[in-house]
Nanobody, 131 residues
């Protein structure tokens, strides 16, 4: 299994920006997708964005973050980033990095990925958007 470690969370004012990082260790090339989920207090966990880390770098996003968040990769560093701009109070949540394999080839839809079985998870990083 691959191990995932997130960092970069914190407190930011509405309209501000944060960049989350997810460093993977292990044989990450076995995994078809790496992505970000989030869970706000009292709410179910939801998918945010996913990337084809090992090959094309294709990306998909939740409608709620399109145009504000950007997922990217640095293969040399085994790292996935989530650049979050124009943050809103409703973005407040614990953000988790996750990796999945056995999904088949890209292109993969956001809907499929957000319901897939992600077998590897990080510990989570808190993002709080508040004035």
């Amino acid at each position: 299994q691959v191990q995932l470690v997130e960092s970069g969370g914190g407190l930011v004012q509405p309209g501000g920006s944060l960049r989350l990082s997810c460093v993977a260790s292990g044989f990450i090339l076995d995994y078809q997708a790496i992505g970000w989920f989030r869970q706000a207090p009292g709410k179910e966990r939801e998918g945010v964005s996913f990337i084809d880390f090992a090959r094309s770098g294709s990306t998909v996003y939740a409608d709620s973050v399109k145009g504000r968040f950007t997922i990217s990769r640095d293969n040399a560093k085994n790292t996935v980033y989530l650049q979050m701009n124009s943050l809103k109070r409703e973005d407040t949540a614990v953000y988790y990095c996750a990796a999945a394999r056995g999904l088949g080839s890209w292109p993969l839809t956001f809907e499929l990925l957000s319901r897939a079985d992600f077998g590897s998870w990080g510990q989570g990083t808190q993002v709080t958007v508040s004035s």
